[in-house]
C-alpha cells in the first residue's frame, strides 16, 4: 500500500544572474535572483491523492463564493459556482480545517457555521456540499466583508497555511474603495488569496488587487462551465503549499540604496513598498506561501561609485520564516549581488540575458495597463502606440500566450516594429482576459 504520509519541508536555494561590471562612475546594479523549493511534495494529480497526505494537514482554507443577486443572470452562473466549490471541497487534504463563506453585500457562514471551522473527511466534505447546494442567489455586494469573516475564521486555527479562494461576478458596489483597501491592508500577511472574476461584469482592477494584496493569483473564468476545473486546480495549488510567510530578506552595505525588489515570474508583482526592516541595513519582502516551485525577483540597488579596479558586496539575499517569539529563521539559503569596476567596455556595457528579459516582461505588463485604460478613454493614437509596443515585446520574448490575447484587441500589422491597428469591435471578454493576464510572464530560456 502506498503510504500518504505529510510532505516533508522544502529545500530552498537561490540563484543570481547578473552582470556585475560597471563602468567607471556606474552606480546602478541590476540582478535576477531565482528561489527554488524542491522536496516539499506538491500535491497535484487527483482529488483523491491529494486527500490522503495525512490526518496532520497544517493548512486552513476559506471559500468565499459570490450569491449576489446578478449571480442569478443567468441562473447557470449560480450552478456552476456551486458545482466550482464543491469541487474545491473534493479536493481538500484530510485534516485540513475549511469554511465556506457565502457573499452578498454581508458575510453568512456556509459552512460548519458557528464561527468555527470544519476539518476535512469523508462527513464533513459531503456535509459542505450538502450546504452548497441549498445556496441561492440575491442581495448586493461587499467583498470587504467576506474577506474579514475569512480573516476571523481562518486565524482560529493553530495551522502555518492559511488561504483564500474568492468568486465574485459583480463590482463592489456596496462598500467604498476606501473600505475595501482597508481591509486588505489589515489582512495582508495573515492569510494568501487567488481571486476570480465569472463572467464579465466585475472590475478588472477589483479582483487583480485582492490576489495583489494577498499575495495569490487572479484570473477571468469567462465562461461559467469553466469554474470546476479552475478551483480543482486552485486548491491543488493550495494543497501543496508546505512553507507560509517567506520572506525574501534583503541586506544591503552602507551607501547602498535598493532601487526596487520586484517578482517578475510567474507574475510581475512590485514588492518595493512592502519592505519591512529587519534590522541594520537589511529589509524582507513578503513572498507568501511555498511548495515545489520556483519564482523570479528582480532587485535593482544603487551602490557609492568606485574606481577602476574595485569591487563591492551591493547586496545579500536570503530567505526567512517569522517565528512565534518574533524572531526570524533562516532558510540557509543566500545569493550575493556583487559590483566590479572595470575600463572594459565589452564588460560593462553588455547586459546580463536574464536582466534584459524580464526588464521587458515589466514593460510589457505596463504597456498593456496603459494601452487599455488609454483606450477606455478613448486615446485612440495613445493606446495604439502603447498595445504595439506590448505586441513587440510579446514577440521579442517569446511570451506566447500573451501574443495570442493581444492579436484578439488589435490587428497585428507587423510584429518587430510593432505596428497595429486597435480592433473597431472586441468581445468584452477577451480584453478582460489579456488585462486580467497582463502579468503573467515568461521564464528565461536559461
Request: glycine letters at 10%; hydrophobic letters at 40%; charged letters at 20%.
Amino acid at each position: 500500500m502506498a503510504n500518504f504520509s505529510k510532505p516533508s519541508v522544502p529545500r530552498f536555494s537561490v540563484d543570481v544572474y547578473q552582470n556585475e561590471y560597471l563602468p567607471e562612475g556606474g552606480s546602478e546594479v541590476n540582478a535576477i535572483v531565482t528561489v527554488t523549493s524542491t522536496g516539499g511534495g506538491t500535491l497535484g494529480g487527483t482529488a483523491a491523492a491529494a486527500r490522503t497526505a495525512g490526518p496532520d494537514a497544517n493548512a486552513a482554507v476559506a471559500l468565499m463564493v459570490d450569491c449576489s443577486g446578478s449571480m442569478d443572470y443567468p441562473p447557470t452562473k449560480m450552478r456552476n459556482a456551486r458545482d466550482a466549490t464543491a469541487a474545491a471541497v473534493d479536493t481538500l487534504r484530510d485534516g485540513v480545517h475549511f469554511a465556506v463563506i457565502g457573499g452578498t453585500h454581508v458575510a453568512k457562514e456556509v459552512y460548519p457555521g458557528g464561527g468555527r471551522l470544519a476539518v476535512a473527511d469523508a462527513t464533513t466534505r459531503e456535509q459542505a456540499k450538502q450546504a452548497l447546494r441549498k445556496l441561492s442567489a440575491g442581495g448586493g455586494t461587499a467583498i470587504g466583508t467576506w474577506l474579514r469573516l475569512a480573516d476571523r475564521l481562518l486565524s482560529s486555527a493553530d495551522v502555518a497555511i492559511r488561504h483564500g479562494i474568492l468568486l465574485t461576478d459583480g463590482r463592489n458596489e456596496h462598500e467604498s474603495a476606501g473600505d475595501l483597501k482597508a481591509t486588505l491592508d489589515a489582512c495582508a500577511g495573515r492569510f494568501t488569496c487567488d481571486a476570480r472574476g465569472v463572467g464579465t461584469d466585475w472590475e478588472v482592477k477589483e479582483v487583480t488587487s485582492i490576489a495583489s494584496a494577498l499575495l495569490g493569483s487572479a484570473d477571468i473564468v469567462a465562461d461559467p462551465a469553466g469554474l470546476a476545473a479552475d478551483f480543482r486546480g486552485m486548491m491543488e495549488t493550495a494543497m501543496g503549499k508546505e512553507v507560509a510567510d517567506v520572506a525574501l530578506r534583503v541586506w544591503t552595505p552602507v551607501g547602498t540604496t535598493i532601487r526596487f525588489v520586484k517578482q517578475v515570474a510567474p507574475t510581475v508583482e512590485d514588492l518595493t513598498g512592502r519592505r519591512t526592516e529587519a534590522g541594520p541595513r537589511a529589509g524582507d519582502y513578503p513572498t507568501g506561501s511555498w511548495g515545489d516551485e520556483s519564482r523570479d525577483y528582480h532587485v535593482c540597488v544603487e551602490v557609492p561609485a568606485a574606481g577602476l579596479g574595485q569591487e563591492m558586496l551591493a547586496a545579500r539575499v536570503s530567505l526567512v520564516v517569522p517565528q512565534p517569539d518574533g524572531s526570524a529563521q533562516n532558510l540557509g539559503a543566500q545569493g550575493l549581488v556583487r559590483a566590479v569596476w572595470t575600463d572594459d567596455m565589452t564588460a560593462s556595457t553588455s547586459i546580463n540575458p536574464q536582466v534584459a528579459h524580464y526588464t521587458g516582461q515589466a514593460e510589457l505588463a505596463q504597456a498593456i495597463q496603459e494601452g487599455l485604460d488609454l483606450r477606455k478613454a478613448g486615446d485612440i493614437d495613445g493606446a495604439t502606440a502603447k498595445l504595439g509596443r506590448a505586441v513587440q515585446l510579446a514577440g521579442a520574448s517569446g511570451n506566447a500566450d500573451t501574443a495570442k490575447l493581444l492579436a484578439k484587441v488589435v490587428d497585428v500589422v507587423d510584429v518587430a516594429t510593432g505596428t497595429v491597428r486597435l480592433k473597431a469591435k472586441v468581445a468584452e471578454a477577451d480584453e478582460m482576459t489579456l488585462e486580467t493576464r497582463s502579468t503573467k510572464t515568461v521564464r528565461v530560456k536559461k
